[in-house]
């Protein structure tokens, strides 16, 4: 069964098709075919002037149209796609939306914060490792950054926040933003047992690159506080040009570590781990377990 997720944030689109199979025990198998990342940078227009321009309007209209080829390509029966916070926070998104939907046929869903730290969940990486321990996913996008906390095997909360690594660029984000963050979490992870963070994101899946870890390993506190050391003290060009990072990730990459080394450090985290998953995957797991119920039903 192949099937395909598209997401839409505020610093990229990605489309991601997997091909499903029945694995040992009947337990699916997902398998990555294709994955492909457009930098539409939507929280730039929307962050600054609260709606999207005609100039990125055509932009995700051609990036959808080529996702739709390819969908068509692959014999993609099934398609789900997302959109997160920089469309949560346009005025004209549903014009948009519409508009996309009459010319490619895709329907595109704005989810909340709370709906995106739940997509991201139905990973479910944390079921492979100590059920006695107590786990903090942390999803880092443009616009926001989504936390979902689980401990001996039971989710404690979900919770979306709108500090993200445009924001950031952007100077959109108050100390008392970065302060009920604190209290958040802080409060809600008090008294759990060692907390472990799992991580997911272009940026943080950037880092665990460069950083030449094993598959598998969990990056440091100390490791994600001298990479932000690092390129805090870089130019943009002279990131892009030692680390060989593409512009779009060059920028956003410094605010991006600021937010993990934060959350870590709130929740008394030493380690996280980078399992390379992210909104794409956690919508293609949510769809499988839609198209099964459905053809349970026929």
Same mark, same amino acid.
């Given at each position: 069964?192949?099937?395909?997720?598209?997401?839409?944030?505020?610093?990229?689109?990605?489309? @991601?098709?997997?091909?499903?199979?029945?694995?040992?025990?009947?337990?699916?198998?997902?398998?990555?075919?294709?994955?492909?990342?457009?930098? @539409?940078?939507?929280?730039?227009?929307?962050?600054?002037?609260?709606?999207?321009?005609?100039?990125?309007?055509?932009?995700?209209?051609?990036?959808?149209?080529?996702?739709?080829?390819?969908?068509?390509?692959?014999?993609?029966?099934?398609?789900?796609?997302? =959109?997160?916070?920089?469309?949560?926070?346009?005025?004209?998104?549903?014009?948009?939306?519409?508009?996309?939907? =009459?010319?490619?046929?895709? @329907?595109?869903?704005?989810?909340?914060?709370?709906?995106?730290?739940?997509?991201?969940?139905?990973?479910?990486?944390?079921?492979?490792?100590?059920?006695?321990?107590?786990?903090?996913?942390?999803?880092?996008?443009?616009?926001?950054?989504?936390?979902?906390?689980?401990?001996?095997?039971?989710?404690?909360?979900?919770?979306?926040?709108?500090?993200?690594?445009?924001?950031?660029?952007?100077?959109?984000?108050?100390?008392?933003?970065?302060?009920?963050?604190?209290?958040?979490?802080?409060?809600?992870?008090?008294?759990?047992?060692?907390?472990?963070?799992?991580?997911?994101?272009?940026?943080?899946?950037?880092?665990?690159?460069?950083?030449?870890?094993?598959?598998?390993?969990?990056?440091?506190?100390?490791?994600?506080?001298?990479?932000?050391?690092?390129?805090?003290?870089?130019?943009?060009?002279?990131?892009?040009?030692?680390?060989?990072?593409?512009?779009?990730?060059?920028?956003?990459?410094?605010?991006?570590?600021?937010?993990?080394?934060?959350?870590?450090?709130?929740?008394? =985290?030493?380690?996280?781990?980078?399992?390379?998953?992210?909104?794409?995957?956690? @919508?293609?797991?949510?769809?499988?377990?839609?198209?099964?119920?459905?053809?349970?039903?026929?």
């Amino acid at each position: 069964m192949r099937l395909a997720a598209i997401d839409i944030g505020s610093n990229a689109a990605r489309l @991601l098709i997997s091909n499903v199979i029945t694995g040992p025990q009947m337990v699916p198998e997902f398998i990555k075919m294709v994955l492909v990342r457009v930098p @539409l940078r939507l929280g730039f227009d929307v962050f600054d002037k609260g709606e999207i321009s005609e100039t990125k309007y055509e932009k995700i209209l051609k990036t959808i149209n080529s996702y739709r080829l390819l969908l068509d390509v692959y014999d993609v029966k099934y398609v789900k796609a997302c =959109a997160t916070s920089a469309m949560r926070d346009a005025i004209n998104a549903k014009e948009i939306i519409e508009k996309i939907e =009459a010319e490619t046929g895709i @329907l595109i869903e704005v989810i909340s914060g709370e709906d995106e730290a739940s997509f991201i969940y139905e990973n479910h990486i944390a079921e492979n490792m100590d059920s006695g321990e107590s786990y903090l996913y942390i999803d880092v996008g443009g616009g926001s950054t989504e936390l979902t906390f689980f401990s001996d095997g039971q989710l404690v909360f979900k919770h979306s926040f709108n500090i993200g690594t445009i924001r950031l660029l952007k100077n959109q984000v108050t100390e008392a933003a970065w302060d009920e963050m604190k209290e958040f979490i802080k409060t809600k992870t008090k008294g759990y047992h060692h907390v472990t963070a799992i991580g997911s994101g272009g940026n943080i899946n950037k880092i665990f690159s460069l950083s030449k870890k094993k598959e598998g390993k969990p990056l440091t506190l100390d490791i994600l506080r001298d990479y932000y050391k690092e390129f805090s003290s870089l130019t943009l060009s002279q990131r892009i040009s030692l680390y060989k990072l593409r512009e779009d990730r060059a920028d956003v990459i410094v605010p991006a570590l600021l937010i993990y080394i934060n959350v870590l450090r709130w929740a008394e =985290a030493e380690e996280i781990y980078v399992p390379k998953i992210g909104l794409a995957d956690g @919508l293609i797991h949510s769809l499988y377990e839609e198209v099964k119920e459905k053809e349970m039903e026929v």
